[in-house]
């Protein structure tokens, strides 16, 4: 047994005597020194998942300029979200083919060759298309030479037609000035009329007019000049991208040669974009029927404002099996922050209103795990962070699942300093 459990009473009772006067003796009262007002106290130092109280001096809250402003309830446009595809609009990818048979080549000797993925404008050149001119084989293959015949046949007749067509008009010119000519001198000697003479007058003009017509149409054919050029040797020509885009796919490369309407690469349009938003058909009637959606990727915050799209001008399609029609929008993209086949989400507005809890979307903050918070102001320069679910965001205003009654003032200006100075990295 230990020596403590023998003890008597008052041995026991001295003995803690002592001891409590021992602490009170090294506790003497001594001078306190001044202490300086601290411009903001926090009640307790907490994680960032807990509440916290933060009272204010009122140089403090002056030097945050700090804008509160009640929660209101009022009606507010229903929503629902789906998910949506990224997609090309029609005629915004096009395939450029090889226009003969030849050998490719860069187009400038210190350009590199275009690559899937570059960025390149309008009338950018890609290629250099040389005819492919060797002993074995000639420059066009035999239905390309028939084709070349043919068109300098055509050439040849249009010419024909229209030397023709000036000679022809020529002469009905002639007829028209004898004409006018006979009808004025009748009207001179009184045997004639005014009328006769106005429509001879009138033939004059379309015979003039006929023959300018004639003479544009020979000079046009003029100019169309094949004298000295050969069935089996062309020009090589730059091969351009059609549109501003991005290269999609190449599918040949420097040096190769390549045959007549052989595809070469391929240029997508990417700015705008389309999006395309499967919805139950069911729910199609209650969704406006134009207007607009607000388009989030995946990656992003589901409180995110998003990016506005307008409904697109598209033939109506439906899937059949998964009994849904589909809605089109357009998103611009002029960053290529979307990609064709990318999968999105898509709110959309529908019919009618409903009461909601707002706030601006200025008094919202977000934590490092993606919650939701704001600033209630609970008595003067006294704020408490609160936990709240944001439904949707409509504009600046976000739309409130859970969050404080209508007419609780929180913090709309200011919310990231109170952040900072609750969890002292503010300055």
Not at 65 to 73: H, K, N, Q, Y
Not at 324 to 329: E, K, P
Not at 340 to 355: D, F, N, V, Y
Request: overall charge neutral; hydrophobic content about 45%; charged content about 20%.
């Amino acid at each position: 047994m230990s020596q403590h459990q023998f003890l008597p009473k008052t041995c026991f009772l001295a003995t803690c005597s002592v001891a409590l006067l021992a602490l009170s003796v090294g506790c003497g009262p001594s001078t306190p020194s001044p202490i300086k007002e601290s411009p903001a106290t926090v009640a307790t130092i907490a994680n960032e998942g807990d509440l916290n109280t933060i009272k204010l001096t009122a140089e403090a809250e002056k030097h945050l300029a700090l804008t509160v402003a009640p929660v209101e309830l009022k009606p507010m446009p229903r929503v629902s979200i789906y998910g949506g595809e990224i997609m090309l609009p029609p005629g915004a990818s096009l395939i450029v083919s090889a226009p003969f048979t030849g050998t490719l080549d860069t187009p400038l000797k210190d350009q590199g060759t275009a690559r899937p993925g570059d960025v390149v404008a309008a009338k950018q050149p890609i290629f250099k298309l040389q005819p492919l001119i060797t002993p074995e084989r000639e420059a066009l293959t035999l239905a390309e030479r028939v084709r070349y015949a043919e068109s300098r046949n055509a050439i040849a007749t249009a010419r024909i037609d229209a030397a023709n067509q000036v000679a022809q008009v020529l002469v009905q010119q002639e007829a028209a000035k004898i004409a006018l000519d006979r009808a004025e001198r009748l009207l001179q000697d009184g045997a004639g009329t005014v009328r006769a003479v106005d429509d001879a007058k009138a033939q004059a003009q379309l015979a003039e007019k006929g023959l300018e017509a004639a003479q544009s149409r020979k000079k046009l054919m003029d100019e169309l000049n094949l004298e000295g050029e050969s069935a089996n040797a062309l020009p090589s020509i730059l091969i351009e991208a059609p549109l501003p885009g991005m290269i999609r796919a190449m599918h040949v490369a420097p040096g190769e040669v390549v045959s007549a309407a052989a595809p070469l690469f391929e240029v997508m349009k990417v700015d705008p974009l389309w999006v395309r938003v499967p919805v139950y058909a069911g729910d199609a009637a209650e969704l406006q029927a134009a207007g607009t959606a607000t388009v989030r990727s995946l990656a992003a915050q589901s409180t995110s404002r998003g990016v506005v799209a307008k409904q697109a001008a598209a033939p109506p399609t439906a899937v059949l099996l998964s009994t849904t029609v589909d809605l089109y929008f357009e998103i611009p993209n002029p960053d290529g922050n979307y990609r064709p086949g990318e999968r999105i989400s898509a709110e959309l507005p529908r019919k009618g209103e409903t009461l909601s809890l707002v706030v601006p979307w200025s008094a919202i903050m977000h934590d490092i795990h993606g919650g939701t918070w704001l600033y209630e102001q609970t008595a003067e320069r006294t704020y408490v962070r609160r936990r709240v679910q944001v439904q949707h965001v409509s504009g600046t205003s976000a739309v409130l699942k859970e969050g404080p009654k209508a007419g609780t003032k929180v913090v709309t200006a200011g919310a990231v300093e109170l952040f900072g100075t609750e969890f002292g990295f503010a300055k």
